[in-house]
């Protein structure tokens, strides 16, 4: 079938859905540039409309490629987390880039696709009476908490409790027994204990800094203009901008450069003191609603395999714009999680826009319709 006619199968209310949460990311760059161009909106606008037509390329391949590449991609996931320890790159602290001389990619933001792709398939193949085997549990842990443990070496502790989330999640989805996840919630805590039982012994388990940003996240006051800044500018911004904001390029905490990272993670900060909160509220619509269009698109297909991969990519989603938003809020410790769509960066923009082409191939491919 000519690959244009599936293009009328797309889910176009989703289409509209990122694109309107684009543009808001383009007017946030825009003013935190001072009303430039250049260095973050054109860029990102360029990155953007070149993934939004990759969008609709992979909408046109049939699920069932993606299917079976879906183990392929996993490894090669994994080889690329591995060959950060060696080939990789270090900035602030962590060796997480790796340099392809055309694009400067993170592999650890790259394998959140890889993961959900890999779990969707060994459950698609998974005998349903199987699943809450004690074995064929074993096999999607290892698969979640190896990589998981590179990642958190590099060391980036707020991606590998991503990919860890992310994955629980999709075996929760898949029917897994849920004393499972009572076990696995008790050992978390044990680990959490252990973790801080750990502090300033020749075993610590955390880095320095970890603890730092822990210690602030309970009392920012305790280092206002140290390990505390970050936070504290960012409830000045959040609680000044009031209902309405104080106009467009108003601003004073991000115009003024109070605000660090105003581009990348504390973005939603920026929005919030210049339109205020009818303005984040209307960020966090567009994001309930892309989340609804994936779930309502997931109910819609009975093939197994991408059911769990578009319930484990708005997962990811979710997971990203909830923990950017709770972070700022300063109801969970900083971490590098941007705001989906809207804060400046490649790998973050090309992942989200692979996941939003995926979700569609499943969309438009559903209950075998091509």
Known sequence: MNPLIKIIYINWPLQILILSTALFGFLMLYSVSGGSWEPWTKPQINRFFISFILIFVMSAINISFWRKISPFCYMLGVALLIAVYFYGDTGMGAKRWLDLRIIKLQPSEAFKISMVMALAYYYHKLPVNKVSHPFYVLVPLLLILIPAFIVF?????????????????????????????????????????????????????????????????????????????????????????????????????????????????????????????????????????????????ALATTDKYSRLLITGLCMTFFTYFSINIAMVMGLLPVVGIPLPLVSYGGSSMIVIMLSFGLIQSAHVHKNNRF
């Open 153 to 297: 070496r590099q060391p980036d502790l707020g991606t590998a409790l991503v990919i860890t989330m992310i994955g629980i999640f999709i075996m929760f989805i898949a029917g897994v027994h849920f004393g499972y996840f009572l076990f696995g919630g008790i050992s978390f805590f044990t680990l959490l204990f252990v973790l801080f039982q750990s502090r300033g012994t020749e075993w610590q388990l955390l880095k320095d800094y970890h603890f730092r940003r822990i210690d602030t996240f309970l009392d920012p006051s305790a280092d206002p203009l140290g390990s505390g800044y970050h936070i504290t500018q960012s409830k000045i911004a959040l609680g000044s901008g009031g209902l309405f904001g104080k106009g467009y390029m108003q601003g004073s905490q991000s115009q003024l450069n109070f605000l660090p990272e105003k581009h990348t993670d504390f973005i939603f900060t920026t929005l919030a003191e210049e339109f205020g909160f009818f303005g984040t509220i209307g960020l966090l619509i567009i994001y309930s609603l892309i989340v609804l269009l994936c779930i309502f698109s």
